[in-house]
């Protein structure tokens, strides 16, 4: 889009692309009777550094062999990741409108129809397996991409999970990093809760990995760190990224009901207007 410069080089256009992708995505949920958004929210920061500083893509050509691939696994965040994508240029910000509509390339689950997406997610505890191979076949074919995979706390209740994790290290792939997107809420309650996953990052070193720890909504340490792969020569990297729900947002902020709850018409103004956008 015409108001970004790409890599965003200062903190605060990382957070004018953060925030008008949430007022996207609030607007996208609202008009459709969605859910979700507060799983958008926690994870927008971390899709801002990505798409904003870090990843190597060229959006007039989705299909660049050595771009650089990400995978966004916690696929019921569809609506922030199309806002991601459409903030970066790979469309049009006014393609979103049909969003999670009948005939919409723009489903409720991220969907590779649309320009930019990877592959299609939502059934939760395949990502991380599908950006091994992705990350195996790229270094066997000698290219030079990487691969960024974005997945929510929940899903590392899922064993399929732990087999990449350990299939990763085993095959030294720092052409890798995963983020977990750590918010501490999943469908049914806390995390610590349903399944406690501390010591997290002795966990991923104990697999092999190289483990940052970090908040995940503060921009400027996210750019730092994620300028810096590998981690570690021979190591898989993860960033454990320290996130709210609902972010951004006052009433919608560390509340699960916003995992399944749509805004009704005063919700989304008050939410646009808090969030700065408001028109």
């Not at 990052?201 to 990995?209: E, P, S, T, V, Y």
């Not at 005063?266 to 700065?276: I, N, S, V, Y």
Request: include cysteine; charged fraction near 20%; proline fraction near 4%.
């Amino acid at each position: 889009m015409s108001d970004y410069h790409f890599p965003l080089d200062n903190e605060e256009s990382v957070r004018l692309m953060a925030r008008r992708m949430r007022g996207m995505a609030l607007r996208m949920v609202h008009s459709a009777n969605a859910s979700h958004i507060g799983s958008c929210f926690s994870v927008a920061d971390i899709l801002a550094v990505l798409y904003g500083c870090t990843l190597r893509v060229r959006p007039d050509e989705p299909g660049w062999a050595e771009r650089d691939r990400l995978i966004l696994s916690k696929g019921h965040s569809a609506a922030i990741l199309y806002s991601a994508l459409a903030a970066r240029g790979f469309f049009p910000e006014e393609g979103l409108a049909p969003y999670c509509r009948q005939g919409s390339l723009f489903l409720g689950h991220v969907s590779q129809s649309v320009p930019g997406v990877e592959v299609s997610t939502g059934s939760l505890g395949h990502g991380l397996s599908i950006a091994c191979g992705m990350a195996l076949a790229g270094r066997r074919s000698g290219r030079s991409f990487r691969v960024f995979n974005v997945l929510s706390d929940g899903e590392l209740d899922a064993g399929s999970t732990w087999e990449a994790i350990l299939f990763a290290s085993n095959h030294r792939m720092d052409n890798l990093v995963a983020v977990v997107d750590y918010n501490k809420l999943q469908g049914f309650g806390r995390v610590e809760d349903v399944l406690s996953l501390e010591p997290l990052a002795d966990k991923f070193k104990a697999f092999g990995w190289a483990a940052r720890e970090i908040d995940g909504h503060d921009v400027a340490r996210m750019r730092e760190a994620l300028s810096d792969v590998p981690f570690e020569t021979g190591k898989p990297g993860v960033m454990i990224a320290h996130t709210i729900k609902g972010k951004g947002i006052g009433f919608m902020e560390n509340q699960l009901a916003w995992h399944y709850k749509s805004p009704n018409d005063d919700q989304l103004t008050q939410g646009l207007q808090e969030l700065g956008c408001l028109e």
